[in-house]
T-cell receptor
Framework: DSGVTQTPKHLITATGQRVTLRCSPR?????VYWYQQSLDQGLQFLIQ???????AKGNILERFSAQQFPDLHSELNLSSLELGDSALYFC?????????????FGQGTRLTVV | AQKITQTQPGMFVQEKEAVTLDCTYD???????LFWYKQPSSGEMIFLIY??????QNATEGRYSLNFQKARKSANLVISASQLGDSAMYFC???????????FGTGTRLQVFP
């Protein structure tokens, strides 16, 4: 168990809908990262938050947004969903925002858009 | 731009034998970190081992060791005494300097047979 908790584990929704994925980092970790794993794009970095502030942004679509709350949990919001958004979404956490020697991943949320 | 290359889509190894999974990287940054993750069929990403660019010795964690050749920009993972439970996808990743964003390779699927 990595200590990073993601909910839900599975999500099936229709095109055009909006969903929220939740992540609780390991105790003491200030940094949260979101990644998307799809068959055609592989593992792609979406966005990073450090202690409530956005630190880095990757290839995140405008339909997607995220935030990190004062208790350090994070949510990834996906709206106007398309079939191509079907993927495994991972959250990872680390203590620092940079220079870390480890990054632990949650079990992922498997999103299926139908 | 930073890049990770894993040229072996699939590898087979017999139980109890050692296996090497290749990873080469490209970066102009003198400070970087290299990670290996295991992804079993259940989907979670399991952190295996880390190597920093300034580390003098190759990293080891139990049956996992990292053959770090800085001049050749390679960071191969060596798994000794393979077990059936080692069958999984293995990803090499590099940490970007100013954040802890990870850039992943395309992965190698390892299958261990009896």
């Amino acid at each position: 168990d990595s200590g990073v908790t993601q909910t839900p584990k599975h999500l099936i929704t229709a095109t055009g809908q909006r969903v929220t994925l939740r992540c609780s980092p390991r105790s003491g970790d200030l940094s949260v990262y979101w990644y998307q794993q799809s068959l055609d794009q592989g593992l792609q970095f979406l966005i990073q938050y450090y202690n409530g502030e956005e630190r880095a942004k990757g290839n995140i679509l405008e339909r997607f947004s995220a935030q990190q709350f004062p208790d350090l949990h994070s949510e990834l919001n996906l709206s106007s969903l398309e079939l191509g958004d079907s993927a495994l979404y991972f959250c990872a956490s680390s203590v620092r925002g940079q220079g870390g020697t480890e990054a632990f991943f949650g079990q992922g949320t498997r999103l299926t858009v139908v | 731009a930073q890049k990770i290359t894993q040229t072996q889509p699939g590898m087979f190894v017999q139980e109890k034998e050692a296996v090497t999974l290749d990873c080469t990287y490209d970066t102009s940054d003198p400070s970087y970190g290299l990670f290996w993750y295991k992804q079993p069929s259940s989907g979670e990403m399991i952190f295996l081992i880390y190597q920093g660019s300034y580390d003098q010795q190759n990293a080891t964690e139990g049956r996992y060791s990292l053959n770090f050749q800085k001049a050749r920009k390679s960071a191969n993972l060596v798994i000794s005494a393979s077990q059936l439970g080692d069958s999984a996808m293995y990803f090499c990743a590099m940490r970007e300097r100013n954040t802890d964003k990870l850039i992943f390779g395309t992965g190698t699927r390892l299958q261990v047979f009896p």
